[in-house]
């Protein structure tokens, strides 16, 4: 499966973006789906993840409660709605899929993912 990341931008602080994960190749339904973020000089961190069922998702604490993420079968796409941000969300968003992915698991680590998007950058000012 290729990925491709879309949706990122310059915002304020308190606006909403959603992020977008266009997969080509494969069904999104046969992965495991993820994102991750890395900002200037830190590593690379989990943000969300979802299962093969859309009922099945997790989040990183610092995000939870304000992104949600989600899938659309029909467009094979992923998406990351991201509400309330904040300048700390400012970094660059990857999407990432895992094979090997059973129906109920979830996956938290990047060493769980062999494939990766291209990252789109979210830049929110204070």
């Known amino acids: 499966v290729q990925l491709q990341a879309s949706g990122g931008g310059l915002v304020q602080a308190g606006a909403y973006l959603r992020l977008s994960c266009a997969a080509s190749?494969?069904?999104?339904?046969?992965?495991?789906m993820g994102w991750f973020r890395q900002a200037p000089g830190k590593e690379r961190e989990f943000v969300a993840a979802?299962?093969?069922?859309?009922?099945?998702?997790d989040y990183a604490d610092s995000v939870k409660g304000r992104f949600t993420i989600s899938r659309d079968n029909a467009k094979n796409t992923v998406y990351l709605q991201m509400n309330s941000l904040k300048p700390e969300d400012t970094a660059v968003y990857y999407c990432?899929?895992?094979?090997?992915?059973?129906?109920?698991?979830?996956?938290?680590?990047?060493?769980?993912?062999?494939?990766w998007g291209q990252g789109t950058q979210v830049t929110v000012s204070s």
């Open positions: 990432a899929a895992r094979d090997g992915c059973i129906l109920t698991s979830i996956y938290r680590a990047l060493h769980d993912y062999a494939r």
């Open positions: 979802i299962g093969r069922s859309n009922g099945n998702t």
């Open positions: 190749g494969r069904s999104v339904t046969r992965h495991c």
